[in-house]
């Protein structure tokens, strides 16, 4: 048998659940609720009392569980990265500072391993971000389920990312084997062809007729509002330098991906409508002057500060699965649990373009959800008993389950 779980075929039958704790995730929550799906799509969501006639589903009895939306892993690299330490398995750079008709989609992978170890934690959908150079090039949400990255793509061409250059680095001196900070000798040169490039974007979405030029082609959803702007940003400076240039471009939607610089500039993202995509809770501060568990406080520090926030993860792709802990992290440091929610489910889908067919569990809208066992915001109690991508129920084992018990036979079962 193949290691990758084969893909879910497409829903044979209706299926109801009932009798759960419904996270609707736009805030509201139905005590003993169903959810009922025909065609990949949601038909019913509402009290169980109020559900349609059972007879023509498969009835799922959730009594004492929780049902979800399926969590939505932003900027990742899932399907372009295998192992973190080994160059050949990392396909997510391309060669060049301006590449935004790069396109991640066709380079997921449905085979990895790690796909399956995401699933299991509830996270059904990932947009899956290039990196590297000034405009990295375009990301895509995928599902986490299919044959090859045509099944597998859910919105394709969703955004595209830049990474906004700062007036000052940071570097590793080997003398004195600490960080320093040094002026960017190539800022106002970054700036300039940033500047140029989307004059020359906009320009081109004036000719008629358009002579085939694919780079400039790829930038003209930010205009027509099809595309969202993620701007990568160290500094408080950069993250306003970057929402002020994209507005004064005419960008229609945009996003921040930042760490707690954010918060300093949290009133100007409110008034402006900015969301903030928060790189890593489970980090420690960037400075030693800062409290230990600002990065897990930095969440609700910035819903608070009424900041819309969705939740992502960087570093070794592995540890993406955990993206819900990080929430129940935000939650336990002060973050409302609905919002924090919404950080996993709506705010992701409103950001990339996709909260009119998914991103909460309400009628038409697609049929991506999971049931758990329990609070699938704490590790303790998040057990993934069944989900559902487009209505596909998919198999949840994957290798680490495997290995768990084959060494269990072996060594006898931990407690």
Request: hydrophobic share 40%.
């Amino acid at each position: 048998m193949a290691q990758v779980p084969t893909p879910a075929q497409p829903q044979q039958k209706p299926v109801m659940v009932t009798n759960a704790t419904v996270h609707v995730g736009n805030g509201q929550t139905i005590e003993n609720g169903a959810v009922a799906f025909e065609n990949g799509k949601i038909t019913f969501a509402g009290a169980t009392a109020s559900a349609p006639d059972q007879s023509r589903y498969e009835v799922i009895n959730a009594a004492g569980k929780h049902v979800y939306p399926g969590f939505i892993l932003t900027n990742s690299h899932l399907g372009l990265e295998e192992v973190s330490s080994i160059r050949a398995t990392r396909d997510y750079d391309e060669a060049g500072d301006l590449n935004p008709n790069v396109r991640s989609q066709v380079a997921y992978n449905t085979d990895s391993e790690l796909t399956p170890t995401f699933r299991f934690n509830g996270i059904l959908l990932a947009e899956v971000a290039p990196e590297g150079g000034i405009i990295s090039g375009t990301s895509s949400v995928m599902q986490l389920d299919g044959w090859n990255w045509e099944d597998a793509t859910h919105t394709k061409d969703v955004a595209i990312h830049i990474h906004w250059p700062g007036k000052t680095r940071r570097r590793f001196d080997f003398e004195t084997f600490s960080s320093v900070t040094e002026v960017n000798p190539e800022y106002e040169k970054t700036i300039d062809n940033i500047l140029n490039f989307f004059n020359e974007a906009i320009g081109y979405s004036k000719l008629t007729p358009k002579p085939v030029n694919l780079k400039l082609e790829a930038m003209q959803g930010l205009f027509a509002g099809s595309k969202a702007l993620i701007i990568h940003a160290n500094t408080s400076k950069e993250i306003v330098e970057g929402v002020k240039f994209a507005q004064a471009h005419g960008v229609k939607r945009m996003a921040v991906f930042a760490n707690d610089e954010a918060l300093k500039v949290a009133p100007f993202l409110k008034e402006n409508s900015v969301p903030v995509i928060v790189q890593l809770v489970h980090d420690l501060p960037a400075r030693t002057d800062d409290d230990v568990d600002l990065p897990y406080a930095l969440p609700g520090l910035l819903s608070k500060a009424g900041v819309q926030v969705a939740f992502s993860h960087t570093g070794m792709i592995a540890r993406g699965r955990n993206l819900p802990f990080y929430a129940g992290t935000a939650i336990a440091y002060g973050m409302d649990k609905e919002e924090a929610l919404k950080g996993l489910t709506l705010y992701p889908a409103k950001i990339l373009g996709i909260d009119k067919i998914t991103g909460t569990l309400e009628t038409g809208k697609d049929a991506t959800l999971f049931i758990s066992d329990g609070d699938a915001l704490d590790f303790r109690t998040n057990r993934v008993s069944d989900a559902f991508i487009g209505g596909k129920r998919i198999i949840l084992k994957n290798k680490q389950q495997d290995l768990y018990e084959r060494y269990s036979k072996k060594y006898g079962q931990m407690k």
